[in-house]
């Protein structure tokens, strides 16, 4: 027999397992068997992320119509194409009867019978479409297949003659012909910073509550009525708002003029601020009205000739102009050709207008302010970027209130009918990313791969696109009204004072804020060289190589092992294990998430099924290799 384990039984996992069932699909025999080990200690499907043991108040950040976890007729894969339904498409199915094996439980039923396809699930209905599509692929398996799951952490790996072996937590090995290590975003063992927080709130009598999941997060020191800094206001920052309020008794309603909040007495007073300053941009509920979005600037011709060039590519100088210059197309062609009456001209001239200025030549701002009357509707890059850049605050209440406004507006921009351009924005994000992961790693300078890439721009595309749902803004703004919730600024730094505690400040704003608790609401940076699972350090640091990168300019580590394009795991001397493979974000490899919109040619899956492929011919060779053997 020949087996193959997957250390992980997440959403990754069995999208990989999927698409290697695609590929073995006529191609076993049963005097042969291949025996598929998925190792995790969390449900196969759903994982420690989407699992079912967790609030009922958390929830996706993606429309129930923008999820899927199957190929369909747009992926440019090699494997068989195997469409299954989305998640609102397998509701749907659901409600018709068509799904008898399906038992969806108490808390999520009434979700489950209503939920539309612009309604955004929870994590908790989520994880039953996990379930399922688990549950389905393992029943898929062709014969000479078979399929098992472990419910333990994959420990460590050691070779073994020709194979490895894997050792489990609960002390048990498995032999195994290949290794697969598919897993999500994992802890991370504290990092200097975190560590000093923790030990001066030690030392000082204070809580601090470090970068994590937050449905994992301890929150019971966080006590009724005490001020607590929270740094972070991107998803895991909204998160940690549900859980300390609705998730602590109070209740929102609707009133005369929008959301109320009435609290339960047992929630903290929460100061928000980081960087920017204003929560991630909400997701965009629009449609688009005018020309279908396509790539303008960031074109397969325009990603061909980066890749040409001689010298190393730099982000800032090379990516970010065209991405900057896609999203003032992606915005104006919707104005123009979804909104006529709105401009003066058409979208072919104001095309060429696009093309003959740089995106932040000041020519151009005054072009756009001739043809485009209402000023809600110009597009500017940089003030969606940073927008409070070069605001100073007369007090701390100044800068609350401009973050109330900026709330509401951002709002009215990303869900009116009548604002649909913002939706060509967000089109035209997802559309650069897309581009820009066709450019091998290799091409860019190390500055670009350490921090532009990682930090800049993913968290830039995180900011812009995978922002939360329009309600919890609203529900933000119903708790600053209620007092719940305060607004720091931008440029939030945090000290430790003896006899404050946590102090808060912004030199954009006069004054500060202390607190006995402080917590830094962002999730960790995947790295698996300082993960807290074991087994992915060892593979850091023994099996593969650890990401490092280095020019004349600059030199980091990026905490990621290195991968080859299919997958494979690359060695310090730079040879490549032919059995041991890394899919995830932990790895070197463009991260494309594990599941995807439909219809979207997404990377992830275009990832999985490469991956796929190169451990389907890796699993035929031990095959080969062990049948060999046994005739001898």
């Known amino acids: 027999m020949t087996r193959l384990v997957l250390a992980g039984g997440g959403p990754r996992a069995v999208m990989l397992l999927e698409r290697l069932l695609a590929r073995l699909e006529g191609s076993t025999h049963p005097d042969a068997p291949i025996e598929i080990v998925l190792v995790d200690p969390h449900p196969v499907g759903a994982g420690r992320i989407w699992r079912r043991a967790q609030s009922p108040l958390l929830k996706l950040n993606s429309m129930a119509r923008d999820v899927t976890v199957f190929t369909d007729s747009s992926c440019t894969i090699e494997g068989p194409v195997r469409p299954g339904p989305s998640l609102i498409g397998w509701l749907e199915r659901w409600r018709e009867g068509d799904l008898p094996d399906v038992e969806i439980d108490e808390s999520v039923r009434d979700e489950a019978l209503t939920l539309a396809g612009d309604g955004f699930p929870t994590r908790r209905l989520h994880s039953h479409y996990l379930d399922w599509f688990a549950r389905t692929t393992i029943a898929s398996a062709p014969a000479g297949v078979s399929i098992t799951v472990e419910r333990a952490v994959v420990a460590g790996v050691r070779e073994a003659g020709d194979g490895r072996v894997v ?105 928000l601020g980081s960087r920017r300053g204003v929560p991630y941009r909400s997701k965009v509920s629009s449609a688009i009205r005018g020309e279908t979005p396509v790539r303008e600037v960031l074109t397969p011709r325009a990603i061909a000739e980066l890749v040409a060039r001689p010298e190393p590519l730099d982000f800032e100088r090379d990516a970010w102009p065209l991405i900057a210059a896609e999203l003032l197309h992606g915005h104006y062609r919707e104005l123009f050709t979804g909104h006529p009456e709105r401009v003066a001209g058409t979208w072919p001239a104001f095309r060429s207008v696009l093309r003959a200025h740089r995106w932040d030549d000041p020519a151009l701002r005054d072009r756009i302010a001739e043809v485009v009357p209402d000023p809600r509707d110009r597009f500017d890059v940089q003030s969606l970027d940073t927008p409070l850049a070069g605001e100073d605050f007369a ?69 812009v696109a995978s922002g939360p749902p329009a309600h919890r803004l609203d529900e933000l703004l119903a708790l600053a009204d209620a007092g719940i919730v305060r607004f720091l600024g931008p440029e939030i730094d945090v000290r430790v004072d003896a006899e404050r505690g946590f102090v808060a400040s912004s030199r954009r704003v006069p004054g500060d804020v202390a607190a006995r608790s402080l917590v830094d609401a962002w999730l960790p940076a995947a790295s698996a060289a300082d993960s807290d699972d074991a087994a992915l350090r060892e ?49 070197s490899a463009p ?9 979207a040619d997404s990377l992830s899956l275009r990832q999985t099924d490469r991956v796929a492929g190169a451990v389907a011919s890796a699993v035929a060779a031990a095959r080969h290799r062990d049948t060999a053997v046994a005739r001898v």
């Open 591 to 599: 991260e494309g998430g594990a599941f995807t919109r439909p219809e």
């Open 395 to 463: 007090s701390a209440d100044a800068v609350h209130e401009r973050l109330l406004a900026h709330i509401r507006d951002d709002l009215d921009a990303r869900t009116s009918p009548d604002r649909s351009a913002s939706q060509g924005v967000w089109l035209a994000v997802l559309l650069s990313f897309m581009a820009l992961a066709e450019v091998p790693a290799e091409r860019w300078n190390a500055r670009s791969r350490a921090v532009s890439l990682p930090t800049r721009w993913h968290t830039f595309f995180s900011y």
């Open 539 to 587: 593979l850091a640091h023994v099996h593969g190589t650890e990401l490092s990168v280095t020019d004349g300019e600059y030199t980091g580590a990026l905490g990621r092992i290195v991968v080859d394009a299919d997958g494979r795991v690359v060695r310090g001397d730079g040879s490549t294990h032919e059995t041991l493979f890394g899919i995830g974000p932990f790895t």
């Open 167 to 271: 050792a489990l937590s609960d002390g048990r090995e498995l032999d195994a012909d290949v290794v697969v290590y598919a897993l999500g975003h994992s802890s991370r063992r504290p990092d200097a910073p975190s560590r000093a927080l923790a030990d001066a709130a030690s030392a000082h009598g204070l809580v601090y509550v470090p970068p994590a999941f937050t449905a994992d997060a301890d929150l019971s020191a966080l006590t009724p009525g005490a001020d607590v800094i929270v740094r972070g206001m991107g998803l895991a920052a909204v998160d940690l708002v549900v859980l300390l309020t609705q998730g602590r008794g109070g209740r929102f309603s609707d009133g005369p003029d929008g959301l109320v909040y009435a609290p339960s007495g047992r929630e903290p007073r929460l100061h």
